[in-house]
T-cell receptor, first 115, second 113 residues
Framework: EAGVAQSPRYKIIEKRQSVAFWCNPI?????LYWYQQILGQGPKLLIQ????????DSQLPKDRFSAERLKGVDSTLKIQPAKLEDSAVYLC?????????????FGPGTRLTVL | AQTVTQSQPEMSVQEAETVTLSCTYD???????LFWYKQPPSRQMILVIR??????QNATENRFSVNFQKAAKSFSLKISDSQLGDTAMYFC??????????FGGGTRLMVKP
C-alpha cells in the first residue's frame, strides 16, 4: 500500500513570496490533516478535512494560509505572503475516518525555509 | 483545550537496556486516545503504540509498553531491550473524539552501542 505522498520535499523562498505544498493521501482515506512542525517542537494541527469539507481550521493563520481539498482526495496548502516564522516542516497525514480510533499515517513532510 | 507535556527533552540509554519516557496531559474530556509516535532522523513519523482512555489495561506492542495512569493524567512509554534503531524523537500525543492530535514537545532518545 502506497503511503502519504508530499511534494516538494524542500523549498526555499524569500519572505513575502508565495509557496504551495501538495499532498496525496493513502487511497480511500477520507480524512486529511495538515500539521506545522517548527524545529525542536511537536507538530501543530493547522487544518483537518473530512472528504472535501473543513472539519477544523481554528489554528490556521487565515490571513496568509489557505488550504483546499476540492475533490476529496489531493490537497494543497498555500502560504501568501510568507514570513520568516513560517520556516518549518509541513506534514500531511491521512486516516480512514474521523474517529480517534483511526490511525493517522504521516507523509515525509515538506521542509520550508523562508529567508 | 488539551495540553501535552514531555518533561525530558533528551535521554540516552545503552543498547539492550530499558528506558522510560514521561508524558503528562491535561483534558476535561472522558473519551480520548493517547499515542506515542516515533520520528527517526530525516524520516517520517510512525505510530509506536496507542491507548484508549476507557481501557484500564496498559497497551503493549512487542518491546514497547505504556503505563497509563488516568487519574494522574500520566502516560509513560517503556522501551525494553533498546536497539540502535530506536534512536529517534518520540512524541506523546492526545486525540479527542474528532481525531485532532495535540502533540507534546518531544523527547530525543539516543541509544548508545
Amino acid at each position: 500500500e502506497a503511503g502519504v505522498a508530499q511534494s516538494p520535499r524542500y523549498k526555499i523562498i524569500e519572505k513575502r513570496q508565495s509557496v504551495a505544498f501538495w499532498c496525496n493521501p493513502i487511497s480511500g482515506h477520507a480524512t486529511l490533516y495538515w500539521y506545522q512542525q517548527i524545529l525542536g517542537q511537536g507538530p501543530k494541527l493547522l487544518i483537518q478535512f473530512q472528504n472535501n469539507g473543513v472539519v477544523d481550521d481554528s489554528q490556521l493563520p487565515k490571513d496568509r494560509f489557505s488550504a483546499e481539498r476540492l475533490k476529496g482526495v489531493d490537497s494543497t496548502l498555500k502560504i501568501q505572503p510568507a514570513k520568516l516564522e513560517d520556516s518549518a516542516v509541513y506534514l500531511c497525514a491521512s486516516s480512514l475516518g474521523q474517529g480517534s480510533y483511526n490511525e493517522q499515517f504521516f507523509g515525509p513532510g515538506t521542509r520550508l525555509t523562508v529567508l | 483545550a488539551q495540553t501535552v507535556t514531555q518533561s525530558q527533552p533528551e535521554m540516552s540509554v545503552q543498547e539492550a537496556e530499558t528506558v522510560t519516557l514521561s508524558c503528562t496531559y491535561d483534558t476535561s474530556e472522558n473519551n480520548y486516545y493517547l499515542f506515542w509516535y516515533k520520528q527517526p532522523p530525516s524520516r517520517q513519523m510512525i505510530l509506536v503504540i496507542r491507548q484508549e482512555a476507557y481501557k484500564q489495561q496498559n497497551a503493549t506492542e512487542n518491546r514497547f509498553s505504556v503505563n497509563f495512569q488516568k487519574a494522574a493524567k500520566s502516560f509513560s512509554l517503556k522501551i525494553s531491550d533498546s536497539q540502535l534503531g530506536d534512536t529517534a524523537m518520540y512524541f506523546c500525543a492526545f486525540a479527542n473524539a474528532g481525531n485532532m492530535l495535540t502533540f507534546g514537545g518531544g523527547t530525543r532518545l539516543m541509544v548508545k552501542p
